[in-house]
């Protein structure tokens, strides 16, 4: 008994700790461990753009993918939003067709119109030819698409040309094309010598060389009048600044942020309420034993809450569910060993034997419910769309702590204090329901 | 004993409510949400009170070639407009026209592409299959040493066709909710489908379990038990059980109904319906169903 009352202690302590720092985190603005809200609680803007891979060969598409985020990435944050996520998905063979998906979450952002102004259009990288037409006294510069984007291209560095006089190295943006592409730039520069190639960034002319030769090899060398901040920023738009792949936008949300708020005010009222009147069924029908449940099950709250801010799991309106589904599980393990013990203490056992019996019986029942729930749960997440696995993660999380709660917290409490004999008090702490043994 | 004696009346009454709700689905039928069928749906608050629907409507129907919309009242000041799947700029356009003589604000903004919409319908059935499918095989693992008078896999399919019923009740109710709210089937009805999987069968399973245990008990000490006077004992220990942790849910669900965000209400009340039917269906006719299957394999 010395031993339970002092792993009891321990655990009371430690719940303790955990809704300390549950609690202090959140009341702690610039804590980093504060609950990471997603976009339907929080209020922002999710887009899900398809990617085109039509045009890329199957091995290269990983790497396209990859490229393409950096690229988002990147766009996203000259947009100015904080803590924006940008994730890739491949949508599995399920339906027979794979599909790459590209996923901005954007919090904060309301006006999708503006994001996907910022991020949606697909900038590209032209290359063009530009032809001088003179009508009268005014001469007209247009320029002629080549057909070479940046799809070809595959990277940009800078360099600094090692020119005949010593000491005037001029800065030099080298292009690299990958073989397409570089066929397409040998058939351009071989046929249009003396003609200004143009590079475009988004529509803008952002440098104009003359072709002096044929270009075979697929490099070419931007020389022009660059300082060498010019040339450097010249190669980080090369590098990053255009899409590999073209994009279109899929699907787009966006909550406003006092629906989310009022989303979580209700939530968390809603939740202390059921909280509070499932703990006062459970002491009212089960006393002793339902006080300890409802202990073990604030602590169980307080681990659930803290695993989540630590992973930190993205709470969302489904993810809440999860969690609710999962207290009435915990609550269930909990009624099933008590209901047990029950029987036990009537068939005359004393209360220490009777609540040993009661864990054991109540164990495989126990077992057999959360590892069929875990299963579920699992393959939920493997298969699911995003907002089943919201679901679906906090459910899993919230079986496997039931069942460590269930099975520890309540036994080393109800073992704590639970006397050998049944007698005075405890034949009615002990009972249940309306019956008074 | 008495829901054993009396397991033809339960089977009835769960016959007339199955049919009651496959009634439901079939006359008014599901209908599906732009989760599933790819479109718009945007949620306009007037702050200084909402105009006829009727006006809104003109005002939408200014927009070109918008093809077919459904709007309806939200809350208090709210309207909800669902449309096919907007480019950005058709759904500024949208927000222009309402704004023209009114103060608006957006509260949400919803679009899915009918490719993405149609793949969520094809994971979530999956999903779905999925995951009875491995309820089958675990619970036929975890009573393989019970296959007398029924096989392990006989607790298995028996736990399958109660799940479609417990699933069916309340997408019937979901289908009444529908038809007379006007909300659709979204992707948390999904959820909330998949949470009552997960608590129809920890139910059912506790009922088994009690049944498995009785026959390990018989089998050692070699009573000759009838196998519905098993059953009947197991319920009847079990009744409390499933009733009390029915009850805790279902408080904890009305707290949600009644307090919670509006966007949760559906869910729960699907739910709420989902484990009444559930309790019910485990409590009165997953064991009792056994008999006539003992009785069949025993022929």
Partial sequence: MTRFRVFALIALAGGILLAYFVWTTQADPTSAYRFKLGLDLAGGTELVYKADMSQTPPNERAGALSALQGVIERRVNLFGVAEPLVQTEQANALTGTTEDRLIVDLPGVTNIKAAVAALGQTPTLEFKLATTTTVGTTTQVTYIPTGLTGRYLASAALQFGSGATAGLAAPQVLLNFNSAGAALFEKITSQHVGQTLAIFLDGQPISEPVIQEAIPGGQATITGNFTATAARDLVRNLNFGALPVPITLESSSSVGPTLGAAAIKAGVGAGIIGFAIVALFMIAWYRLPGLIAAVALAEYLAFMLAVIKVIPVTLTASGIAGLIISVGMAVDANVLIFERTKEELREGKGPREAVHIGFARAWTAIRDGHLTMLISGVILFWLGTSIVQGFALVFVLGVLASFVSAVSLSRVFLLAIVPEQKSGIWRFLLASGISHF | ?299
């Fill in chain 2, 1 to 299: 004993m008495y829901i054993v004696h009396h397991r033809k009346l339960f089977f009835w009454i769960t016959g007339i409510i199955l049919a009651a709700a496959l009634g439901a689905i079939f006359v008014w039928g599901l209908p599906l949400g732009i989760d599933f069928t790819g479109g718009s749906l945007m949620q306009v608050n007037y702050p200084n009170g909402r105009p006829a629907l009727s006006v809104v409507e003109k005002q939408v129907a200014t927009i070109p070639s918008l093809g077919a919309s459904s709007i309806r009242a939200s809350g208090a000041d709210a309207v909800s407009i669902r449309t096919r799947t907007l480019l950005p700029a058709e759904h500024d356009a949208i927000l222009a026209a309402l704004s023209k003589n009114a103060s608006t604000t957006e509260l949400a903004y919803t679009s899915v592409g009918p490719a993405l919409g149609s793949q969520f319908t094809h994971k979530a059935l999956w999903a779905l299959f999925a995951v009875v499918l491995v309820i089958v095989l675990y619970i036929a693992f975890a009573f393989r040493k019970v296959s007398r008078p029924v096989p392990s896999w006989g607790y298995g399919l028996t736990v399958v066709a109660m799940l479609a019923i417990d699933l069916i009740v309340p997408a019937g109710f979901y289908a009444a909710l529908c038809h007379f709210t006007g909300v659709q089937v979204d992707s948390l009805f999904i959820v909330a489908l998949l949470a009552l999987l997960g608590y129809c069968v920890n139910d059912v399973i506790v009922i088994f379990d009690r049944i498995r245990e009785h026959l390990a008990k018989n089998e050692k000490t070699g009573l000759k038990e009838e196998f519905e006077v098993t059953i009947g004992k197991s319920i009847n220990e079990t009744m409390t059980r499933s009733i009390n942790t029915a009850l805790t849910v279902a408080l904890a669900l009305l707290a949600l109904i009644f307090l919670g965000a509006p966007a949760t209400r559906d869910f729960a009340l699907v739910m709420l319906v989902g484990i009444v039917i559930g309790t019910f269906s485990s409590i009165a006719r997953s064991a009792p169903l056994l008999i006539p299957i003992a009785k069949w394999f025993n022929k």
